[in-house]
Each structure stands twice: as structure tokens, then as C-alpha cells.
């Protein structure tokens, strides 16, 4: 089948494509998701969460024919929605089972063509030195079980000499404000400012640090609108730096 490449009609003109296959590829998880992840459907198709990666990558990445680790892929919503992901070779990796079946789901679909996909734990798995220009953590730095300065310290050897990194991550700043709302935390935070020293220490340039845009009902808007008031910061951030040792 033919690889459906960047339909025109599909394109936000600001870093988001494909959105004419949104419909049928939140039926396609609604359908083959198991129950336990019932309420996923609605979260992966919704690609106002791509906004920010979306953009912040077509500002910055120009090239084609990029070699990408994309680490955590889920039901690799990123790889089909993202503009600047459709021309690179994507290599996706995660570990949780049930998503392992929409690569092909959405192969016979005739879309993620460039994509190559493994089911590992981003702990454990071996690339070549070198592999990749760009490595993207999107929407997985969360995770408690995952420590932002170990896992990018893990990829960093992969990555090529001036290759780019993207991640982002919950400001530790707003988790009192975030208690104050009542909300619980099951997620992990960093502190915006040692993230910015951590990632320069490492030996990176950072290119663009802002606030991630996230789609929300409206009382999660004021929530977060308080937290960056209260807390002078945003709630999230979204982060691409540079490898410094250029080739
Ligand atoms: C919220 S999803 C984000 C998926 C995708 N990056 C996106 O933005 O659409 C987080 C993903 O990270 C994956 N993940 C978390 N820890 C991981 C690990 N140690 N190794 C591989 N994948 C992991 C989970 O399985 C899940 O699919």
C-alpha cells in the first residue's frame, strides 16, 4: 500500500498533519485498546498534545532523511501526526504490550511507513554510539519510575555529535499549588532550573525551553492559568537542546 504522506488537507500549517485520519485512528484504538486502557482513546487522538513538540520541531529541524529514537511511543500518535516526524527514519520504542499491536494496525492503514518499532524497556535497550540526530522523550518524563538525569544520561551516547534532544517535564514549582487544588500525585517533577543547569552540565545547548499548550476542560484552563500565576511558571515544560560537540 502506499505510504499516505502529508495529505494537504490533513496539515495545520503549524506542525501538525494527518488530522484527516483522527476519526478513524481514534476508532482504531477505541477498538483494539483492552478494557483496562478503555479511556486512552480519547487521550492518544487528541493531538492538541502534540502542539508544542509539533511546533517547537518545525521552527527548529529543517532536514529530511533525520535518524530518530522516539522513546515511549504508545500507539505512536506522535509518528503519525507529527509534520517534521514524516520524511525522518523513526525508530519507536516502548514496553507496554497492549500498544505494540497498533504499529501494524496503522501500517495496514498506509501510514508510520518510516517508522521501525521495538517493544523495550528504554532502561535496557542497545543502540549503536552514535545512531540517532534526534531523540524525542514526549509526554513520558512523568513517569515516576523514570529519572530525567539517568535516562538522558543512558541516550546520550546514542546521539550524534550536534544532535538534538527533545523532553519535557511537570515543574516541580507548581506541585503546592497543585495540592492546594487538592489534585494527587502520581507523577514525577523537576525543578525548571536544574534542568536547565543539568542539561548545560551535560553539555548541551539549549535551543527552546517554554511552556507546553495542553488541551483541557475548562476548569483544568483555570487551574493551570492559577498555577502559573501562584507559582510564576508554568505547569509544564517543553524542552529541545543541541548536542554541543558538533561533527
Ligand atoms: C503518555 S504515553 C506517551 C506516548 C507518546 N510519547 C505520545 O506522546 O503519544 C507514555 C509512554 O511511555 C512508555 N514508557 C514508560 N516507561 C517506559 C520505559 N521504561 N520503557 C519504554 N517505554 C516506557 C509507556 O508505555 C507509554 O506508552
Known sequence: ??????????????????????????????????????DFD???SGTQRLE???????????????TVLNVGSGPFATELFVERLQKQQVQSIDYTPEFAPFYQLLLNEGYIANTSFEQVDVMEVEFPQKAFDLII?????FEKALEMETLITRLSPFLKPGGYLYFDFINSRTQWVKRLFGRHDQFRYYDPVKVKGFVTHAGFEILSFEATRKAHSWPIRVLH???QILSRGSGNYSVLVQSKSRP
Not at 6 to 26: H, I, M, T, W
Not at 137 to 141: A, E, K, Q
Open 42 to 44: 480519547r487521550f492518544f
Open 1 to 38: 500500500m502506499l505510504y499516505k504522506q502529508l495529505s494537504p488537507e490533513g496539515q495545520d500549517g503549524k506542525g501538525l498533519c494527518n488530522l484527516d485520519f483522527v476519526d478513524r485512528y481514534a476508532d482504531i484504538l477505541q477498538a483494539n485498546l483492552p478494557n483496562k486502557f478503555s
Open 52 to 66: 508544542t513538540l509539533a511546533a517547537i520541531l518545525k521552527r527548529h529541524i529543517q532536514e529530511d532523511g533525520l
Open 225 to 227: 492559568h492559577a498555577l
Open 137 to 141: 522523550i514526549h509526554d513520558v518524563l
